[in-house]
């Protein structure tokens, strides 16, 4: 029996969250948990408000969920919400549906406006050992503050701002340990790519993973983030790294995180959260860090991925039949045969940003790569923060005019080309290389080609031209 089934054994920083949440188990099986918080984004929000009012309901608790514009909002600076003729019609609806729900709504003129995924840990929102729910699927990212990140669909976002409640069924568990340290030129999303790419996008698939060991307890709490941003990338239903004394110090002092006296009983609740010695997981991977190069993929998924060093795989070279074919499938449609070197490979686009690498840390590291340089001719970068307050602490330390003075557009926060259902979308058959997290055949825009990479590796693909090693850049 695992501690997952209830058992009275030691238990995993998991266990002791879902636990505290819990409601009662439902007759089909099902945990019916509670929610702490409850963030709102416009694309999934409308129709469950819809809903509300066809069964005649009412927001339960309203003041446990906030909304935020960020998926169809224009980054151009100095927009409004109809800049983007598309999206007005879904920006003024959640507008509308926040105020006659007495919802607290950052909307693009509120200064605390941003990717909800950025937002929710930098304003407090999400909190140590708290259940976040999001009607978006990398509502993951805040376990890097230990809390449950749940991604729900539509008809679960109305049954949240209904009940403040979510029946789910209670997900396995994975720890997966990162040993030794990274080196020079290497992230937290190399850690999360290497992961992807040699145990696969249905690793995790369900499971709630810890992310844990020496390499992670070294990491600041904003590339906690970042790996746990793409644990939807590795089939899970959630990733969390156990709170401490980087998480702590993270969180004091946040808008809504709590004071005085609060504070002090929050945390002494807080460091209670952590995976005990002996507890038990029903998947538990180690991963060398040492061994960590960048890493950069070469296909239409996350687990298409190789080390900067290496080449495109002959797809002949995978064992599993359906993996041949879908690395055959993949080649084609990224136009660049197998043997070909990753560093190299000519871009047109460099794009910074998204709910994966958009905090002011993952700004600093390009920014470290790109001063006093020029961002090649060929090549169109963009720099999109990935809230407001992000990027007026970027502006406070001088980073937009080290952007700017190298070429790179820099504007206002959203989603922006994580996603092509806002303005900005790479053109057909046009190659991007980008800090976002899903490279899925047009992701960003009809036969658009996306490698993924971190900040400092796209930073450095802007200046060259083509794809390349950022350990070759002198900083």
């Given at each position: 029996?695992?501690?997952?089934?209830?058992?009275?054994?030691?238990?995993?920083?998991?266990?002791?969250?879902?636990?505290?949440?819990?409601?009662?188990?439902?007759?089909?099986?099902?945990?019916?948990?509670?929610?702490?918080?409850?963030?709102?984004?416009?694309?999934?929000?409308?129709?469950?408000?819809?809903?509300?009012?066809?069964?005649?309901?009412?927001?339960?608790?309203?003041?446990?969920?906030?909304?935020?514009?960020?998926?169809?909002?224009?980054?151009?600076?100095?927009?409004?919400?109809?800049?983007?003729?598309?999206?007005?019609?879904?920006?003024?609806?959640?507008?509308?549906?926040?105020?006659?729900?007495?919802?607290?709504?950052?909307?693009?003129?509120?200064?605390?406006?941003?990717?909800?995924?950025?937002?929710?840990?930098?304003?407090?929102?999400?909190?140590?050992?708290s259940v976040l729910a999001c009607g978006d699927s990398h509502t993951s990212t805040v376990g890097g503050l230990g809390a449950l990140g749940i991604g729900v669909g539509t008809s679960e976002v109305e049954h949240v701002l209904a009940t403040q409640t979510l029946a789910l069924a209670r997900p396995q568990t994975m720890r997966i340990s990162y040993e030794g340290r990274l080196g020079p030129g290497v992230t937290a999303k190399d850690m999360i790519l290497r992961t992807i790419g040699q145990f696969g996008i249905a690793a995790g698939r369900g499971a709630a993973v810890e992310y844990a060991g020496p390499a992670v307890r070294a990491l600041a709490a904003e590339a906690r983030l970042t790996l746990c941003n793409m644990s939807i990338e590795l089939g899970a239903r959630l990733g969390l790294v156990a709170p401490d004394e980087t998480t702590f110090a993270y969180v004091r002092g946040r808008e809504y995180a709590p004071t005085g006296p609060d504070f002090d009983r929050a945390l002494a609740y807080w460091r209670t959260l952590a995976t005990e010695p002996d507890a038990v997981f029903d998947r538990d991977v180690i991963i060398d860090c040492d061994k960590i190069v960048p890493q950069v993929t070469w296909g239409t998924t996350p687990q298409d991925v190789i080390g900067i060093d290496g080449h495109v795989p002959d797809p002949a070279s995978f064992a599993d039949v359906k993996r041949r074919e879908l690395a055959a499938e993949a080649i084609r449609y990224m136009g660049i045969p197998p043997g070909t070197p990753l560093d190299g490979i000519p871009i047109d686009i460099a794009f910074i940003g998204s709910c994966t690498n958009s905090r002011l840390a993952d700004l600093e590291a390009a920014a470290a790569v790109v001063r006093g340089r020029r961002v090649s001719p060929n090549v169109r970068g963009l720099v999109v923060p990935g809230s407001m307050s992000v990027k007026r602490a970027a502006e406070d330390k001088g980073l937009h005019h080290i952007f700017r003075d190298a070429g790179f557009e820099w504007r206002d926060a959203g989603c922006s080309m994580c996603v092509s259902i806002n303005e900005d979308v790479v053109d057909p058959g046009l190659r991007c290389v980008a800090t976002s997290n899903r490279n899925f055949e047009n992701r960003q825009g009809p036969r658009s080609r996306t490698h993924l990479a971190s900040p400092a590796m796209v930073a450095a693909a802007a200046l060259a031209g083509h794809i390349t090693d950022v350990r070759k850049v002198s900083l």
């Open positions: 029996m695992t501690t997952e089934q209830g058992s009275a054994g030691p238990k995993t920083v998991f266990e002791k969250i879902w636990t505290a949440h819990l409601i009662r188990q439902l007759d089909d099986g099902r945990d019916l948990i509670f929610v702490d918080r409850h963030v709102l984004q416009e694309t999934t929000s409308a129709a469950a408000f819809d809903g509300l009012r066809k069964a005649g309901r009412s927001v339960r608790h309203p003041e446990l969920t906030v909304a935020t514009q960020d998926h169809i909002i224009s980054t151009a600076p100095g927009r409004d919400e109809n800049t983007n003729p598309g999206g007005r019609e879904l920006l003024s609806l959640m507008r509308a549906n926040a105020y006659q729900s007495r919802i607290r709504h950052f909307g693009v003129d509120d200064p605390r406006q941003g990717i909800v995924h950025v937002i929710a840990p930098e304003l407090g929102l999400a909190l140590p050992g």
